[in-house]
């Protein structure tokens, strides 16, 4: 369904900071997968995510999705068929609009934007519901402005925002990661709700190894810019966070090795 | 002292509309855009030589407002397009426009004195209304009908702005000058948004300039200088005064402060020690201090907040170790 073939990218090209971010990613999601990816800091995870969403732009290589050449389709577009939910509990919503208007601005992703109202009762009711699966309440605060809502809350209504009109691929970056371990279990259990309900292909990165194992069928683990280990569903039932860690450590050492050899 | 109120009441609503051009652009896009003091020429320029070419002021009127969007959308295309910086994009285009609008005129100042203007004809209008009510009501001042219409045009145009903000686009509109990141990801073209919102803002504050230009009877070359502070100044005196939590709210505040203004400055003017001259100085200090005033409360009472909350934590934590 969404295809990376080759993807490559390099950030300060020519200059001391240069960094190679992609170094040839090659990924072949299929319909209804949930894959986890995990790595260090730097290994190129965040870049991959943003090279789907279209807000960075590949050096070489391209993004196929259902079969159409994405690779040069701007970021807007390319937003029909993606949702996102991002670190920052901050970046997904608008803070000075009301939770209802935030949620009117969702649906206008797959529906054009129009001079029609934003919010009709019909829809007003639509998003009572929708808010309701959440179950914190704020389908009862539908007037009030996201910016007075806590982190944990917003996280929750981004993910909502991100998942209620069925996008063709859900892209989380590590959106757990910065709310307390509570908040975080709390959106995290979500998260896996809409996924089921609304079946959602993902691609979730995260931190957390046990997260990465518990959820969904596929794992992928990125370091430099490459996938240098990849789990099935099978493979996947019978890790543990020692074993990932051997293998992490394993490649470090061949990685490590080569440089001192080369 | 009444005709100054009077007066003060009938350029403030006109020049309400420009404040809520600026509101748009200011509040709305988050983008401080100073095309604002060369677009206000330019529609006071063209209603100008469309009147005095012998069209309808009306009709003058309505293309001067489309002028303004115009304008506006280049500012947009050259921040959105050409990437470069919003205050300097309004910068190269207040300058362009400043020889635009001379192109335009063709000289400094045309005035309009022994037109036919949009407050001619009003005026002629409410003395025959007043002459068939003359039998109930006493007859009105002369000056009534600037205020009526124009407070008729002003409310039309709150509606119309309040409804707009609340469409689809709208929304997606206000989301932009709120987290431009999100609301890309919610499948908006942002750059069109921003032209778009950047050409409404300035094709109001060009309407306004049209209005003005008729109700003082000439359109300047300078008419527009510090217009963009004008603007910025009412919307923080409205804001302060009135508050900001809705739009409704916050659209109101932009028309109230722009009256509010105008009587500042009238006041201002009596004192013996202005001279006209010093308008600018007198509209900079207002910002100024509308600007900082207000911070300097909000310090104050989270302090005095803070502090309230700090006694009520001792209370408790005296408590519980009791």
Known sequence: MLQLKHIYKVFNEGSLDEKVALNGVDLDVKDGDFITIIGSNGAGKSTLLNIIAGKIMPDDGEVWLNDINMTSLPEHKRAKFIGRVFQNPLSGTAPSLTIEENLAIAYGRVHKRTLGKGVTSKRRNEFKEQLSLLGLGLENRLNAKVGLLSGGERQALSLLMATFTKPKILLLDEHTAALDPARAEVVLSLTKKFIEEFKLTTIMITHNMQHAIDLGNRLLMMNRGKVIFEASADEKAKLTIPRLMDEFAKIQDAVSDRVLLS | ?322
Request: hydrophobic share 55%; glycine share 8%; with cysteine.
């Open chain 2, 1 to 322: 002292m009444l005709t100054a109120v009077y007066g003060s009441l009938e350029s403030g609503l006109i020049y309400a509309i420009m404040a809520l051009g600026v509101y748009l652009s200011f509040r709305i896009l988050d983008f401080p855009d100073l095309t604002v003091d060369g677009s206000f020429v330019t529609g006071a320029a063209v209603a100008a030589v469309l009147i005095t070419g012998g069209m309808h002021p009306i009709t003058a009127t309505v293309i001067a407002f489309f002028a303004g969007f115009l304008a506006g959308a280049v500012t947009g295309l050259l921040h959105t397009k050409g990437k470069i910086n919003p205050l300097l994009s309004g910068i190269l285009m207040m300058i362009a426009l400043y020889s635009i609008n001379l192109r335009i005129m063709g000289k400094s100042n045309v005035p309009l004195l022994q037109q036919e203007t949009l407050f001619s004809k009003l005026a002629d209008a409410w003395a025959t209304l007043d002459q068939i009510m003359l039998s109930v009501i006493s007859p009105s001042p002369k000056t009534w009908s600037v205020i009526f219409s124009m407070l008729l045009l002003v409310i039309v145009i709150k509606i119309i702005l309040d409804y707009f903000l609340k469409t689809e686009i709208g929304l997606a509109l206000r989301a932009v000058g709120d987290n431009e990141e999100m609301i890309k990801s919610f499948s908006a073209n942002t750059d069109t948004l921003k032209v778009l919102g950047l050409g409404l803002s300035n094709a109001f504050v060009a309407l306004s300039g049209a209005l003005i230009a008729q109700y003082n009877g000439f359109s300047d070359i300078g008419m527009g200088i510090g217009m963009i502070v004008i603007g910025l100044a009412s919307v923080i005196i409205g804001e302060a005064v009135v508050g900001s939590k809705t739009i409704v709210r916050a659209t109101l505040a932009v028309i109230i402060g722009a009256i509010l203004y105008r009587l500042i400055v009238a006041f201002a003017l009596r004192f013996n020690f202005f001279e006209t001259g010093d308008l600018k100085l007198i509209t900079a200090c207002i910002v100024v201090l509308s600007l900082t005033i207000p911070r300097y409360f909000e310090k104050y009472r989270e302090k005095k907040r803070k502090s309230a909350r700090k006694r009520w934590d001792q209370i408790a934590s005296t408590k519980t170790h009791l």
